[in-house]
């Protein structure tokens, strides 16, 4: 089992930043892509964001280009996720994911990250 604990969330007004942190234990990280998914209430949960095994290669959610950036630190067993110019429709629980083959397999239990207006 791989074990992800998401830290970093919060309260920030719009226009404002956050970096969420995801700490990895219990397997080797470098050995899993990694991912960062959203829930806003009501809503199914979505993806954000993703980076490859030794970083070389990072997705993003269209809505959230050129605003978030996805990084790791394969030393410290952590994945980033660099939150700038936040908007409301930001707000959500946002959980990190490790992928096995095709699949994300692996969850934490989430961090809540609410914009106001």
């Known amino acids: 089992q791989l074990q992800l604990v998401e830290s970093g969330g919060g309260l920030v007004q719009a226009g404002g930043s956050l970096r969420l942190s995801c700490a990895a234990s219990?397997?080797?990280?470098?050995?899993?892509?990694m991912g960062w998914f959203r829930q806003a209430p009501g809503k199914e949960r979505e993806f954000v964001s993703s980076i490859n095994w030794n970083g070389g290669g990072t997705y993003y959610e269209d809505s959230v280009k050129g605003r978030f950036t996805i990084s790791r630190d394969n030393a410290k067993n952590t994945v980033y996720l660099q939150m700038n110019s936040l908007k409301p429709e930001d707000t959500a629980v946002y959980y990190c994911?490790?992928?096995?083959?095709?699949?994300?397999?692996?969850w934490g239990q989430g961090t809540q990250v609410t914009v106001s207006s």
């Open positions: 994911a490790a992928k096995q083959f095709t699949r994300w397999v692996y």
């Open positions: 219990g397997r080797t990280f470098s050995n899993y892509d």
